[in-house]
């Protein structure tokens, strides 16, 4: 599997940036080459499917995940989603954590997590280290993206 982290603070609220980051239609916004369907209604909860389908012409694939967990934030207590990937060509999880973090000189800043570990099936295990390079850049870019009203001020990566 390759796992990756991505962290990144933000001015907006807990509410506001759990609002922005599990909107999911508009992460096809910031995922080159992707186009996400939601599959079932809403509002999001755990059970909530959606598809992200990404590549060109005939070189598409789809990815399938299913929300298995849901706590938005609320007053002190920290927002939770876990994604579960469901599909063929690609397995594995991702977990979203936003929360305030009180500590901080500057006032309370919210902080947002977004972790994952993923299998691409076609591609050879060697070359896990190099697919979560990739995810981190892509994801990366997408949660600072969903966030750009509130710029990132720090990121920090584990693979």
């Given at each position: 599997m390759s796992a990756f982290r991505i962290d990144r603070t933000t001015p907006l609220s807990p509410?506001?940036?759990?609002?922005?980051?599990?909107d999911w239609p508009a992460h096809s916004g910031q995922v080159p080459l992707t186009e996400i369907s939601v599959l079932t209604p809403g509002p999001t909860r755990v059970g909530t499917v959606f598809v992200a389908r990404s590549?060109?012409?005939?070189?598409?694939f789809d990815d399938p995940m299913e929300?298995?967990?849901?706590?938005p934030p609320a007053s002190g207590v920290p927002g939770h989603?876990?994604?579960?990937?469901?599909?063929?060509?690609?397995l594995g999880w991702a977990e979203i954590h936003v929360y305030v973090d009180e500590?901080?000189?500057?006032g309370s800043?919210?902080?947002?997590?977004?972790?994952?570990?993923?299998?691409i099936r076609p591609l050879p295990r060697p070359l896990d280290a190099l697919t979560a390079r990739a995810g981190h850049l892509v994801f990366g870019r997408a949660v600072s993206r969903l966030l750009r009203d509130g710029p990132a001020r720090s990121s920090r990566t584990t693979h």
């Open positions: 509410d506001e940036a759990w609002r922005r980051l599990t590549g060109l012409g005939p070189a598409r929300v298995v967990g849901w706590q989603c876990r994604l579960e990937k469901r599909g063929r060509a690609v500590e901080d000189e500057a800043i919210t902080r947002v997590r977004w972790e994952e570990e993923l299998r």
